[in-house]
């Protein structure tokens, strides 16, 4: 079975699946190692590992190509892409669609943000208007080649216009022809609950640590019906906090060794990163 159609069954079985991000081909292996099912490639991470900058618009479409091509290579999960805005008009959701598709990915995630958009856990975020919206979720929906290719069309209505006009932008997503909704950024465990019963087409709920939302387990998200549960950015603030303990040890104590506990040791880095098969390459063609 192709990782488009592994990715749309997990969906429409609707059990919660976690889908953590990835933000490079490292962090995607890692998450496959870990026996999750699928990944999510976060603009967010991307940004702020690539740029060392903020969510704020500064990702462009090359850059998450580039991501999607080399995550592609180096896992079998299904990929679930983060395109922003689509980088542009509809018509620039239609390349940014083609651009990915040939890329890897098995999901494509758009948003109605204006643009410059930025992370939908910030404040200040506007939304363009619902028709503009619709255009480029069908232009998304159009320009896929392959008919298993699944669009995600993203609402960041909520912070803007309410709860309410939220779900009536997603329902006109799903009208449009995106396979999953994401409303962002709803702040009331009610609203969160609430979702699966109002909108008919699978759901992805965004779990940000430290985030706007609710933090819900996600064997809970999966009995109210969700299909996916994200954590975009959990590998990111762990390596982040990971980084910062060994760094400081090794700032004020001189030195860092195996024994800490501090770092993965040097033969499991090796092993995560293949090692052992491109040996085994390299004997074979010598």
């Not at 990915?105 to 939908?120: F, M, N, S, T, Y």
């Not at 609402?155 to 309410?162: C, E, K, L, N, S």
Request: hydrophobic share 45%.
């Amino acid at each position: 079975m192709s990782t488009r159609k592994q990715l749309r069954a997990l969906v429409e079985a609707r059990r919660g699946v976690i889908v953590p991000g990835a933000f490079n081909a490292l962090s995607a292996k890692v998450i496959e190692d870990l026996g999750f099912e699928a990944l999510y490639i976060t603009g967010a991470g991307v940004t702020n590992m690539w740029f060392g900058m903020p969510d704020q618009g500064f990702m462009g479409l090359a850059e998450i190509a580039d991501h999607t091509a080399r995550i592609r290579d180096a896992v079998s999960l299904p990929l679930l892409v983060d395109a922003d805005t689509g980088f542009g008009n509809a018509l620039n959701v239609y390349h940014t669609v083609r651009t990915l598709e040939r890329a890897g990915a098995d999901c494509i995630q758009l948003e109605d943000q204006v643009a410059p958009k930025r992370c939908g856990h910030f404040n200040g975020k506007g939304v363009i208007g619902t028709e503009e919206a619709v255009a480029k979720v069908k232009a998304a929906a159009d320009a896929r080649r392959d008919a298993d290719l699944l669009i995600m069309a993203r609402t960041d209505a909520a912070a803007v216009h309410g709860f309410d006009a939220a779900v009536d932008r997603a329902l006109r997503f799903a009208e449009a022809g995106a396979d999953i909704l994401f409303v962002e950024a709803v702040t009331r465990a009610e609203e969160v609950r609430a979702l699966p019963r109002l909108l008919p087409r699978p759901q992805l709920m965004n779990m940000v640590i430290g985030g706007k939302t609710p933090i819900f387990n996600a064997t809970e998200l999966g009995e109210l019906g969700y299909g996916l549960v994200l954590y975009a950015n959990a590998a990111l603030q762990g390596a982040l906090a990971g980084m910062q303990k060994a760094l400081t040890v090794l700032r004020d104590e001189k030195a860092v060794t195996e024994s800490s506990g501090l770092v993965t040791p040097f033969a499991e880095r090796q092993r995560l990163v293949g090692k052992p098969e491109w040996d085994a390459l390299d004997e074979r063609y010598a």
